[in-house]
C-alpha cells in the first residue's frame, strides 16, 4: 500500500529470473541508499507472487501486480516467466508483454489518484522499450536497466538494431559500437539474431523495444566502472546516452527457489558440508543458469571428460535438451553407467538437481572454477568471489560475455557453444585440467579473476572514498528530481 506523498520509483522487471532478481538487488540497494524515495516493484501477478516469498518482510518494497493472462497470449495457463519455455514459448511471452502497457497506465493513474501526482521516476527493463512512451505520456522521467553487462549490451542492441551479418557473405565482421578489430563470428551469434532478417517475431520484438529503450532518459548497467571501462566506453559513446554502472548486484541468497524453497534449504546443508570436506580451490562447479541445458551426448562427454579428469565437482543436473525440464533427471539413462555412485564413492563429485544454491557454492573457497553458460549473474556472481570460469555459452547475449571474458579480461576460456557442437571429453578433461591446474594459464586466469574481485568490492566500498558503483547510485538518484523539475518548467 502507497502511503500518501510517498516518492515512488516504479521498477518494471522482465519476467526472467535472470531480470527479477537483479531487479530486487537494485529496488533493495536504493532503499539502502537513500531516505527519500521508495519503491514499487510492478510486474505480473505469478512474478510478484514469487518476489513476495523472496524478500523478507523488512524490506520495505512495495509490489504492484499488473494483470496478465497468458492464456490469452497463445500460452499455457499460468506461463508467467521465461522459467522452463520453449524458444517458440519465449518470443510468445516477449511479445505478450507489450500487452503490460495497458495495467501499467492503470497503475500509474491510480498512484497519480491517491497521491496527487505521478511516480518520480521509473527504472523499467531494457526489453520493455514500450514503456517509454508511457512514461513521457505521463511526463515521468524513465530509465532503462539492462541486466547484461555493458559489452554484452552493446553486442546485443547493435546486433539486433543492425544485423550486420546478414551484409556480408564473410564468418567475422565488426560491429558497430566496437572497434574495427574486435570481430565478431557467426557461432558466437545466438540462433535468433543469426537468422533474423527483420521480419521474424524475434526481431519484430527486440527492433521496436530497443529502439525505444534507447530515447530513455540514461540506462544502468549491472556492471562496475573499472571492471568493464572497455565495454562501458563503447556503450556510452553508440547510445549517447548516460549510463551509470552501478554493480555488481548480488543476490542475498541463491538458496530459494521458485516454489521449491524447502528443497533448496536441504540443498545448501548438503553442498555446504560437501564443500567443507574439499581442499581449497580443488572443486568445479557447473551450472547453466535458470533456463538452459545441453543435449544428451554433450552430456555424457561432460560426465566422461569429468571422470577422467579425476577433479571433484558439484554439477546442477537437468533433464537434457528435449525433455521437460522440471521433469525427474534420470541419471541411470543420461550419464555413464554407475556414475553418481562412483563419484559418491570417492567423494568426488555432487549432483544437485533442479536448483543450485549458486552464490553460497561459489562464495566456498574450496571451489576453484565454473563451468558456465556466461549468463551474465552468473558471471558477476563468480568474479565477484574470484573464481575463474570455463565458458560454455548457450543463448542471449552469453557468447558476448564469453568472448570479453577471455578476449578483455583474461579470467577463463572457453570449452564450446550452443547445445549442438560435438564436445569431446578429451577436451574437457584437458580443460578442466588447464584451468584448475597450479602454475601456467590456470594460475595467471585466478591471479586476474581475483584482482577482478578487488575492483568490485572497492566499487561497492561506502565509508571514507566512496566506490565507483555507490558513487554513481548517488548520482543516479541525485539527478532523478532534476529530471522532474525541468519537466515542469517545460509544462509551466
Ligand atoms: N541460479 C541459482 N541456482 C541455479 C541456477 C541459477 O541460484 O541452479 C541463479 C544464479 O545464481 C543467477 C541466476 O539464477 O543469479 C541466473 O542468471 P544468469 O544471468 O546467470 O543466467 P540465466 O538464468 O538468466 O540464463
Not at 347 to 368: C, F, K, M, T
Request: aromatic share 8%; glycine share 6%.
Amino acid at each position: 500500500e502507497a502511503n500518501s506523498g510517498d516518492s515512488h520509483i516504479l521498477m518494471l522487471p522482465f519476467m526472467a529470473h535472470g531480470h527479477l532478481i537483479p531487479f530486487l538487488e537494485l529496488a533493495k540497494l536504493i532503499l539502502r541508499r537513500s531516505s527519500v524515495f521508495t519503491v514499487i516493484i510492478a510486474c505480473t501477478p505469478s512474478n510478484i507472487q514469487y518476489i513476495r516469498s523472496t524478500v523478507s518482510a523488512a524490506v520495505k518494497i512495495q509490489l504492484a501486480e499488473l494483470h496478465y493472462s497468458s492464456s490469452g497470449h497463445n500460452l499455457p495457463a499460468n506461463t508467467e516467466n521465461t522459467e522452463n519455455l520453449s524458444p517458440e514459448q519465449i518470443v510468445t511471452l516477449l511479445n505478450s508483454s507489450t500487452a503490460l502497457e495497458l495495467p501499467l497506465r492503470r497503475l500509474i493513474t491510480d498512484i497519480i489518484k491517491k497521491e496527487g501526482r505521478p511516480p518520480v521516476c521509473i527504472i523499467s527493463d531494457l526489453f520493455f522499450g514500450w514503456s517509454v512512451a508511457v512514461a513521457r505520456s505521463f511526463n515521468v522521467p524513465i530509465f532503462n536497466f539492462t541486466t547484461c553487462g555493458a559489452y554484452g549490451t552493446l553486442a546485443y542492441i547493435s546486433l539486433w538494431l543492425n544485423l550486420p551479418h546478414r551484409s556480408t557473405p564473410a564468418d567475422d565482421f565488426s560491429v558497430p559500437g566496437f572497434p574495427e578489430g574486435c570481430r565478431f563470428h557467426r557461432s558466437q551469434l545466438n540462433q535468433f539474431v543469426l537468422a533474423a532478417d527483420g521480419t521474424d517475431s524475434w526481431s519484430k520484438f527486440f527492433q521496436p523495444q530497443l529502439s525505444s529503450a534507447l530515447c530513455s532518459d540514461g540506462w544502468l548497467c549491472n556492471t562496475v566502472e573499472e571492471v568493464e571501462s572497455f565495454g562501458l566506453r563503447h556503450l556510452r559513446d553508440y547510445i549517447k546516452i548516460p549510463v551509470w554502472a552501478i554493480g555488481p548486484l548480488l543476490p542475498e541468497s541463491t538458496s530459494r527457489r521458485w516454489g521449491k524453497e524447502k528443497d533448496s534449504g536441504v540443498h545448501l546443508e548438503n553442498c555446504i558440508n560437501w564443500l567443507n570436506s574439499h581442499s581449497k580451490n580443488s572443486v568445479l562447479y557447473i551450472s547453466f543458469g535458470s533456463q538452459n541445458t545441453i543435449s544428451e551426448t554433450q552430456m555424457l562427454e561432460l560426465a566422461h571428460g569429468l571422470e577422467e579428469s579425476g577433479k571433484a565437482f558439484i554439477w546442477m543436473v537437468r533433464p537434457p535438451l528435449g525433455h521437460d525440464m522440471k521433469a525427474e533427471f534420470r541419471a541411470d539413462e543420461w550419464l555413464p553407467e554407475r556414475f553418481e555412485e562412483r563419484m559418491k564413492e570417492r567423494n568426488g563429485g555432487l549432483l544437485i538437481r533442479n536448483w543450485a544454491p549458486q552464490l553460497d557454492i561459489l562464495s566456498h573457497e574450496a571451489v576453484g572454477a565454473f563451468l558456465s553458460h556466461c549468463g551474465w549473474n552468473s558471471m558477476v556472481e563468480s568474479l565477484s568471489q574470484g573464481v575463474p570460469m570455463i565458458g560454455w555459452p548457450m543463448a542471449a547475449e552469453q557468447a558476448y560475455n564469453s568472448k570479453m571474458m577471455v578476449e578483455e579480461m583474461g579470467v577463463g576460456v572457453e570449452l564450446t557453444r550452443g547445445r549442438e557442437r560435438e564436445i569431446q571429453r578429451g577436451k574437457v578433461k584437458k580443460m578442466i585440467e588447464m584451468v584448475m591446474g597450479e602454475g601456467g594459464k590456470g594460475e595467471e586466469m585466478r591471479k586476474k579473476a581475483a584482482i577482478v574481485k578487488d575492483k568490485m568490492t572497492a566499487a561497492v566500498k561506502d565509508y571514507n572514498e566512496k566506490g565507483s558503483s555507490v558513487r554513481s547510485l548517488e548520482e543516479f538518484l541525485a539527478i532523478i528530481p532534476t529530471i522532474t523539475s525541468q519537466e515542469m518548467k517545460l509544462k509551466t
